[in-house]
């Protein structure tokens, strides 16, 4: 009884509310409920930057993190249609972030400084709190650092600058599309179902099992890096284009993660860096504090498990909320591994064995990842990326002709 409650704590009391019990998106929840969150998130990035206000600061963060947490919750984006409840999700993750940002600037005792504005532009409080708002890197401020960015091997023409990211997004988009829909012809009675499953099936032999369940991984884990660059692109030049920022102000989101030769490599330099910030404060930040530089590692990626877990409880609430916290959780003793091999050794993980070990360490860790997206019911979101694809019939096949190899193979 005892470890029961334990087990559905977190669950019963971050209870979601179904789409049924939601709100409509329309002017007056707009005004209601995404609005105020917004708008609160706007005045603690303005108070921010602005010195002598702590304590307005701390004042105001209980009142940022109800209003966002009434928005995540209570507001139906998906228009009723449970294939787009991603759209649901899409924000929950924004006012997380709302919230843990907001925390982090509340006890800030220097105001925060901008050093990288548009060219021909005039400081302003009011754009500076605007680009802080949406800068989770902290790219052109005095938070961030420049190491975390990726090499620019872009255009430094502003047109051809835009011209390459416009390519960048469509082909991406593409690819988006394709492995999503090679990753549904898996298993199409459970991929494309609102109530998931696994991609770890039973009826299969061990060795195929784990082989099939490594393929779907990195097919989901290529179609994330993939609708990630599209939306970053995409933001880039809405930036660049419309707002005529600095194409500086927008370096690359990754840097070639298939590069990578260990796993500090992977997450902490080729993977993206967007939620860096949110996880260290979330987790690596309190436990520093105790176990110093391994606590920072382990809470960071515990802060992730928790950001992860979000994405499934959102879909769906009877995956159990632990899988995400010990997947990532072991991607921070795989770093840590690494910190010890080096410090007995003398000599850092690299080359071609510490690319096996890398690839064989994410695969195994993060196959569980994939799998708790997979019974979430995250593969049956349905988007324009899918039924647009000029890869459709291509991606569908293939999948379908691997799938039934593997299982010819069994």
């Not at 064995?353 to 349905?382: C, E, H, K, P, Q």
């Amino acid at each position: 009884m005892a470890w029961s409650f334990i087990e559905n704590l977190p669950t019963d009391f971050l209870r979601v509310p179904p789409v049924s019990e939601r709100l409509p998106l329309d002017a007056s929840t707009l005004l209601a409920y995404i609005l105020p969150a917004c708008l609160s998130y706007y005045a603690a990035a303005l108070l921010v930057i602005l010195p002598g206000t702590r304590m307005l600061r701390i004042a105001l963060w209980p009142l940022v993190a109800l209003l966002a947490f009434r928005a995540s919750v209570y507001v139906d984006f998906s228009g009723g249609d449970p294939t787009q409840a991603f759209l649901n999700l899409d924000i929950a993750l924004a006012m997380f972030c709302f919230t843990i940002r907001t925390l982090e600037w509340t006890f800030l005792k220097n105001p925060l400084k901008r050093h990288l504005r548009p060219a021909c532009s005039s400081p302003s409080i009011f754009t500076d709190a605007l680009d802080l708002s949406t800068n989770v890197r902290g790219v052109g401020w005095n938070w961030s650092k420049s190491d975390l960015f990726p090499p620019d091997t872009r255009p430094t023409s502003r047109l051809w600058f835009t011209a390459y990211v416009l390519f960048s997004a469509w082909y991406n988009s593409v690819l988006c599309g394709a492995f999503h829909l090679a990753t549904q012809a898996f298993s199409p009675e459970t991929f494309t179902v609102l109530s998931g499953g696994t991609i770890f099936d039973p009826t299969l032999s061990p060795l195929i099992q784990y082989l099939r369940s490594t393929i779907i991984t990195v097919l989901v884990a290529a179609g994330i890096y993939t609708v990630m660059q599209m939306m970053y692109d995409m933001a880039t030049l809405i930036g660049v284009v419309v707002f005529w920022q600095d194409p500086a102000q927008w370096p690359p989101a990754f840097n070639q993660p298939w590069k990578a030769d260990s796993l500090r490599d992977f997450w902490g330099r080729r993977w993206h860096q967007m939620f860096r910030r949110t996880f260290g404060v979330l987790g690596g930040w309190p436990l520093r504090i105790t176990f110093g530089r391994v606590g920072y590692v382990l809470g960071s990626f515990l802060g992730s498990g928790m950001f992860h877990n979000i994405v499934v409880a959102m879909l769906n609430q009877n995956v159990e909320w632990w899988c995400m916290l010990f997947s990532f959780g072991m991607m921070a003793v795989g770093i840590i591994l690494e910190d010890v091999f080096t410090q007995t050794t003398g000599r850092k993980v690299g080359g071609w064995i510490g690319r096996v070990w890398t690839i064989a360490w994410l695969l195994l860790w993060g196959s569980i990842i994939i799998d708790g997206f997979a019974r979430a019911g995250m593969f049956a979101s349905s988007t324009v990326l899918d039924s647009a694809c000029p890869l459709k019939d291509i991606a569908e096949h293939y999948g379908t002709v691997l799938d039934r190899w593997l299982r010819e193979c069994a």
